[in-house]
């Protein structure tokens, strides 16, 4: 029983800490491109986003029970990067929608009959990744809609932010899924 729990105890650190870990790298990034970048990069999109991956594998691996690692993890992250005084609730209401969109989108493909989860099964990246972009298309919405990104944009116009948000989400899939990949092929073959 103790060691099941220091188990659970290490995923969730070990989850929480990637997650705290991308949101960072991520913010990094896109700070390096705006100074190197002569202040030609002034918008706050990332063009890679790194959080989107961890959570749409953290929920892969996890499921449902995802949620108790990712989202303390986002919140702290965002705290981090945006003040306390950024923190709004309608900050919080956004950030929520966009990672729970992930397990719904999860939940969406099983009933439609395909389990990207497939417990026991090789793992399908192809339908990981239809699932993350599924996902990403359902958190955008929130972010576009009330999102402090958009503000007082005409609806139309708010068309470019959520597929540069979704293309970043599936680039941050995709460069996560490859991590994962190389990760544990090298613990495999090393």
């Keep these: 029983m103790l060691r099941d729990l220091r188990q659970v105890a290490l995923h969730f650190c070990i989850a929480s800490g990637l997650m705290v870990l991308a949101f960072l790298l ?23 986003f ?8 953290m929920v892969w691996v996890y499921g ?23 923190m709004t609730a309608l900050l919080l209401v956004v ?24 417990e026991g099964q090789d793992a399908n990246w192809k339908a990981i990744l239809l699932v993350g972009l599924a ?6 919405v929130p972010r576009v809609l009330i999102g402090p990104c958009c503000g007082e944009m ?12 979704a293309a970043a989400d599936m ?8 991590a994962a990949m190389t990760f544990f092929r090298v613990l495999r073959h090393g």
Excluded: Y
């Design 64 to 86: 449902w029970v995802a949620m108790l690692m990712v989202l303390p993890a986002a919140i702290l992250s965002t705290g981090m990067i945006v003040g306390l005084e950024g």
């Design 135 to 140: 996902g990403s298309l359902i958190g955008n």
């Design 171 to 178: 680039a941050g899939l995709v460069l996560v899924l490859l």
């Design 154 to 165: 005409p609806m139309l116009a708010r068309a470019e932010p959520f597929l540069k948000a």
């Design 26 to 48: 991520c913010q990094g990034l896109h700070d390096l491109s705006r100074i190197f970048g002569n202040g030609a990069m002034q918008s706050r999109m990332h063009a890679v």
């Design 50 to 57: 790194l959080p989107f991956g961890v959570t749409v594998l």
């Design 95 to 118: 950030l929520v929608a966009k990672v729970l969109a992930v397990p719904v989108a999860f939940a969406l493909f099983r009933v439609l009959g395909m389990d990207a989860r497939g």
